[in-house]
């Protein structure tokens, strides 16, 4: 962990002599100086910075993709303090209580936990449901009350004359619909 500080000091301070290079005195202050340490302290509290993690910023996230998060789930206290002392010497020695604490101070779920199903898809399918059914409501309402019935031209008596129209007068005869019409007999080809 030593080195990972000296790393990243040694990267902060290249970027802070080529920030305050370039860059007026003022606006160094206010962009590098405040989002530093101090601020991330403040959101992290007493809370051991372990990695990069997800992001290289300093928050914890349950993840099995990234099972790796940047800091401790939980606060140093004083029993997690001894226990890490102890967790120095031979594992052998703390018993079954003292890992599980251990383990629970530095991360929230066990990889079991963040897979085992949440009961979440139930209230996406009822979402689903009640907007395809609301959505079929005012379909049904618009087709009683919004539209208006269909012109008489789409009765089956009227499209039929209109295409014994399309016939006579010999529309797009070439590759169109009377196409397939023989004039010479007065029927369909085969």
């Not at 002392?85 to 629970?104: G, H, P, S, V």
Request: aromatic fraction near 12%.
């Amino acid at each position: 962990m030593n080195k990972l500080h000296r790393d990243i000091s040694s990267m902060a301070g290249h970027l802070l002599k080529v920030a305050t290079k370039h860059l007026p005195s003022r606006y160094v202050a206010s962009r590098i100086f405040i989002p530093s340490v101090a601020y991330h302290k403040e959101r992290i509290g007493n809370r051991e910075v372990v990695g990069f993690g997800l992001n290289g910023e300093p928050s914890y996230i349950d993840r099995t993709d990234f099972p790796m998060p940047a800091i401790r789930f939980k606060e140093n206290s004083q029993e997690i303090i001894t226990l890490r002392e102890k967790e120095k010497d031979d594992w052998r020695k703390l018993t079954m209580d003292e890992k599980k604490a251990l383990y629970r101070a530095s991360f929230c779920q066990t990889f079991a936990e963040m897979k085992a199903p949440t009961g979440e898809w139930k209230s996406v399918l009822a979402g689903t449901l009640v907007a395809m059914s609301l959505t079929i409501w005012i379909y049904v309402w618009m087709k009683k009350f919004v539209y208006q019935p269909m012109p008489e031209s789409f009765s089956p008596e009227r499209k039929a004359a209109q295409f014994q129209r399309m016939i006579d007068l010999r529309i797009n005869p070439i590759e169109g619909l009377t196409s397939n019409y023989d004039y010479e007999n007065n029927r369909w080809k085969d």
